[in-house]
């Protein structure tokens, strides 16, 4: 088996090589930032039951909206509090190196945009904790001051306040379609790609995890950085078990300046 060292050198060869970089990101590239993911120990699925959180149930479930509502105001607070760590650093050197044609984030924590990625240049597919909507009249409310409201009135359920439909943060959730465009873009990102970047996530939840299975069918090279293996680790040009806020600093460094 290569080594670390071996195998970052392969990697920063190959990001080298690449100028159409599709970087693909879940939760584990915010776990160093403070952020828990859903799967490993201590995450929030340790915490929480997640088949409390399918969409059906939170919208026809008072209780469980509840529930809901407290594990969101709770895990708002942690994101909102996180700053980006150097593996999110890292992608914006990839960034100004011209070198990134795309960041598909299955995050909601925005640390991507907070690393000082463009806006253009980043697709949230299961949307962002930042803001939040009513499911009935669309209105949409700040995330901040929705908390606010929450703190202040003691609210379990919150409603709104110009036709008290129920409100959701601006998240996917398990049961709810990825918006379409979104979708449509990281495919044809993934088709164009020469190389993808996964770098922590489990790659389970679908259909996120078809995007880099569809750069390797349009032929990309694939680079995986995660703690744990996933189904496409056999598939992959470099794999890494590691921390990506060592080993994507050092992949990356190495690649534009070494
Ligand atoms: P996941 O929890 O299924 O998998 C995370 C993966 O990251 C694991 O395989 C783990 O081995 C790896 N990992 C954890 N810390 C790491 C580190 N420091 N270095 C390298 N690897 C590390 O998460 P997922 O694949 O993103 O999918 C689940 C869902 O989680 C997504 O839909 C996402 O919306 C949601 N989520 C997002 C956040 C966030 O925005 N930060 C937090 C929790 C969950």
Not at 69 to 74: G, V
Not at 109 to 127: F, P, T, V
Request: with cysteine; charged share 30%; glycine share 6%.
């Amino acid at each position: 088996m290569e080594d670390t060292k071996a195998l970052i050198e392969k990697g920063a060869e190959l990001i080298k090589s690449s100028s159409k970089i599709l970087v693909f990101t879940g939760a584990g590239i915010s776990t160093e930032s403070g952020i828990p993911d859903f799967r490993s120990p201590g995450g929030l699925w340790s915490k929480y039951d997640p088949s409390d959180f399918y969409f059906q149930k939170i919208i026809s479930d008072p209780d469980i909206r509840k529930k809901y509502w407290k594990m969101s105001s709770e895990t708002y607070r942690v994101m909102k509090a996180a700053k980006p760590n150097p593996a999110h650093k890292a992608i914006k050197k990839l960034e100004e190196a011209g070198k990134l044609l795309a960041i598909v984030t299955q995050n909601i924590d925005r640390l991507h945009h907070r690393a000082g990625n463009s806006e253009e240049k980043i697709i949230e597919i299961h949307g962002t904790a930042f803001s939040a909507s009513c499911l009935s009249c669309g209105k949409k409310f700040d995330r901040d001051e929705l908390e606010e409201r929450i703190l202040k009135e003691n609210l379990e359920d919150p409603r709104c306040d110009s036709c008290g439909g129920i409100i959701k943060p601006d998240t996917v959730s398990f049961g709810q379609p990825i918006p379409q465009e979104k979708l449509e873009a990281s495919f044809r990102f993934a088709s164009i790609c020469d190389l993808c970047l996964v770098l922590g996530s489990s790659l389970v939840v679908y259909p996120a995890a078809s995007i880099p299975e569809r750069a390797l069918d349009s032929g990309s090279k694939l680079i995986i950085i995660n703690r744990d293996p996933t189904h496409l680790d056999k598939m992959a040009d470099v794999v890494i078990h590691g921390s990506l806020s060592k080993i994507l600093p050092e992949m990356v460094h190495l690649a534009l300046e070494g």
